[in-house]
């Protein structure tokens, strides 16, 4: 995985709650504002793109319930941090849409196995495909280095993505690869933390850095898109996903799961 600097772990609150009671200007309780966001690419001019800021530090938290848009996210969430093997969803998607036969399959077992030996391969070929698809998908705070390990994108990004994926094809085969993903990846790290404990997870695509010290994870489920990200190990990820969205997501989900 993609070796980075470590850092402090800065767990940042949620800036929007499901499950409360709207009062009667709209407001949730606690006066935070409820917006549905319509997830859409987004024009890649204007104002967005002068405001980028990248933020390797805040943890980072994003939930997107896509019966009707309704998000929940840490102040954070659109702050360009390390992505990781997060990553490799961009490439692959460039691959799929724009790659050889024997690429594209290489690019599905990238996904199940995170397997950063295709991911060189397929970036070598591909230089242009993080950008591309970042553009594609109005993916703003989402850019390429010359290495795919030290690219940068959000949470925010990555849900969106996700959530676009979920629209154009429900079993596109970026998403089939996250459902089989393998319990080991290819490096010999577990993947079986952070988002993927959530109830109703169907698929999940796993990042950490090479010293382990940065952990990233996105998942879906039938009704969600989430993704969250930390300085600390797998257990700390795990630990505020947990703590943050366990609840909400038994609530979409229905389910009594511990």
């Known amino acids: 995985m993609a070796a980075v600097v ?22 949730a309780d606690g006066g935070v504002d409820k917006q549905a966001v319509d997830v859409r690419p ?21 939930f997107l319930r896509l019966s009707d848009g ?70 703003l705070s989402t850019r390429a280095h010359d290495r795919w390990g030290y690219s940068v994108t959000s949470t925010y990004d990555v849900v969106s993505f996700i959530a676009q994926l979920i629209d154009e094809d429900p079993t596109h085969p970026i998403l089939v690869a996250m459902a089989e993903a393998t319990p080991i990846a290819a490096d010999g790290y577990g993947q079986d933390f952070g988002t993927s404990v959530l109830p109703g997870v169907i698929g999940t695509k796993w990042g950490w850095s090479d010293d382990r010290d940065l952990h990233s994870s ?22 505020l996903v947990e703590s943050q969205l366990e609840d909400d997501v038994k609530a979409i989900t229905g389910s009594s799961a511990s």
């Not at 987004?42 to 994003?62: C, K, M, R």
């Not at 996105?218 to 989430?226: A, K, R, T």
């Open 42 to 62: 987004v024009t890649a001019n204007g104002p967005d793109l002068e405001s980028f800021v990248e933020n390797s530090t805040g943890s980072q938290i994003s």
């Open 6 to 27: 470590a850092v402090v772990v800065m767990a940042i609150p949620l800036i929007a709650v499901f499950g409360a009671t709207p009062d009667e200007d709209g407001s």
């Open 218 to 239: 996105v998942s879906f489920g039938e009704n969600f898109v989430v993704a969250a990200a930390v300085t600390g190990d797998a257990d700390d990820l795990t630990e």
């Open 70 to 139: 309704e998000r929940a996210g840490t102040a954070t969430e659109r702050f360009a941090r390390p992505a990781l093997s997060l990553i490799k969803l961009y490439i692959a998607e460039y691959v799929i849409e724009n790659g050889t036969f024997a690429e594209q399959y290489a690019a599905i077992d990238m996904i199940s196995s995170s397997d950063d030996r295709t991911a060189g391969e397929l970036y070598r070929e591909y230089p242009e495909s993080i950008d591309e698809v970042a553009k594609k998908y109005g993916l």
